[in-house]
């Protein structure tokens, strides 16, 4: 079945990198887009942008250009978001999303990692 | 890119029908047919519901239905049932390969 498999839980200190992945199996990696989705604490969804898996062009929403970066390894179908000079308000969880090219649907999506910035 | 307008919250009874709308504007929800829908329970990911408006996809319960009219797209769940109980985001295509999330709305089965 498709799926998609997040690293686990991160606790960074303020100013420290976070580098989650996203494994997908069941389906050729390469034939769909993959999104990546933010959610704060009680907070609502938040789109983050997305990657095409072919090209590996990434393409990021106001407010996640400068230290997010989204990458791929097709090699082993997965997908990556690199966090930089972490700050407490990137405590949420983050979630991948398989997607189509017009971005008209998200499915499915990854369980999610939680990333939480302390010192 | 403001978020999709929702509503905090809705309720109802088992068997009853509940409808949540999602405002956007002509920019985003009344420029394309490609509003999805999003179901999540606590501590879980969302699950997608409806896409392209009114689409389900398999597996999902024919209870659920997507309309759209105008700035405003709908989510309509019909004999409503304990395990509807989650939140609820909707989500439209914005152009420039944007997309833009509603703010969630909790659904209460009284």
């Known amino acids: 079945q498709v799926q998609l498999v997040q690293s686990g839980s991160e606790l960074k200190k303020p100013g420290a990198s976070v580098k989650v992945s996203c494994k997908a199996s069941?389906?050729?990696?390469?034939?769909?887009?993959m999104n990546w989705v933010r959610q704060a604490p009680g907070q609502g969804l938040e789109w983050m942008g997305w990657?095409?898996?072919?090209?590996?062009?990434?393409t990021y929403a106001q407010g996640f250009t400068g230290r997010f970066v989204f990458s791929l390894d097709t090699s082993v179908s997965t997908a990556y978001l690199q966090i930089s000079s972490l700050k407490a308000e990137d405590t949420a969880v983050y979630y991948c999303?398989?997607?189509?090219?017009?971005?008209?649907?998200?499915?499915?999506w990854g369980q999610g990692t939680l990333v939480t910035v302390s010192s | 890119q403001s978020a999709l307008t929702q509503p905090a919250s809705v309720s109802g009874s088992p068997g009853q029908s509940i409808t949540i709308s999602c405002t956007g504007t002509?920019?985003?929800?009344?420029?394309?047919?490609?509003v999805s829908w999003y179901q999540q329970h606590p501590g879980k990911a969302p699950k997608l519901m409806i896409y392209?408006?009114?689409k389900r996809p398999s597996g999902v319960s024919n209870r659920f239905s997507g309309s759209k009219s105008g700035n405003t797209a709908s989510l309509t769940i019909s004999g409503l049932q304990a395990e509807d109980e989650a939140d609820y985001y909707c989500?439209?295509?914005?152009?420039?390969?944007?997309?833009?999330f509603g703010g969630g709305t909790k659904l209460t089965v009284l």
């Open positions: 999303a398989r997607g189509d090219q017009i971005r008209s649907w998200f499915d499915p």
């Open positions: 069941g389906y050729t990696f390469t034939s769909y887009a």
């Open positions: 990657i095409n898996t072919n090209t590996g062009n990434p």
């Open positions: 002509s920019s985003d929800v009344g420029s394309y047919n490609l």
């Open positions: 392209e408006v009114s």
């Open positions: 989500c439209s295509y914005a152009g420039s390969s944007n997309v833009v």
